[in-house]
């Protein structure tokens, strides 16, 4: 089960957070740092699965941002860092071109649809590109009619 999402920058400021989990608000600013401190500090030769505490990190670099997935040690790693790429496709095939994280620190609503569409309670329910984006692609159709 996927137990949350996070999306930082280099510097490693959280620009997107799913919890799928329940965690204290809290407790989540210390979470995310230590996670993200311990993504970070990785050299680009070592692997993208971390053991962290009872659960592990599957992580991805794309440009200036990093997504990190924490996952039980049930779930399989390959099928999250896939799962990670694939996201990063549909953002990247709605926003045309994901690597600034401007695009997405304006419309982290529609981030967030993408991201509902994919993952529910912690599970992957749909890959298909096109099935994700329908909703936001009749919302724009409505907004542009």
Same mark, same amino acid.
């Given at each position: 089960m996927i137990k949350f999402v996070l999306m930082v920058n280099r510097q490693g400021q959280t620009r997107l957070s799913r919890y799928y989990e329940s965690v204290e608000l809290n407790r989540r600013a210390a979470l995310?740092?230590? @996670? *993200?401190r311990c993504c970070?500090?990785?050299?680009k030769d070592q692997c993208s699965f971390v053991e962290y505490k009872d659960f592990r990190l599957v992580y991805r670099q794309y440009a200036a941002l990093y997504? @990190? *997935?924490g996952v039980t040690d049930s779930e399989n790693e390959l099928s999250i860092y896939e799962l990670v790429h694939n996201f990063v496709e549909v953002l990247d095939k709605y926003f045309s071109r994901v690597v600034s994280s401007g695009a997405i620190?304006?419309?982290l609503d529609r981030v967030h649809v993408i991201l509902d569409e994919m993952i529910q309670n912690g599970h992957i329910v749909e890959t298909n590109k096109s099935r994700i984006l329908a909703p936001?692609?009749?919302?724009?159709?409505m907004a542009d009619g």
């Open positions: 995310e740092a230590d @996670v *993200v970070l500090s990785r050299k997504i @990190v *997935v620190m304006f419309n936001l692609t009749a919302i724009d159709k």
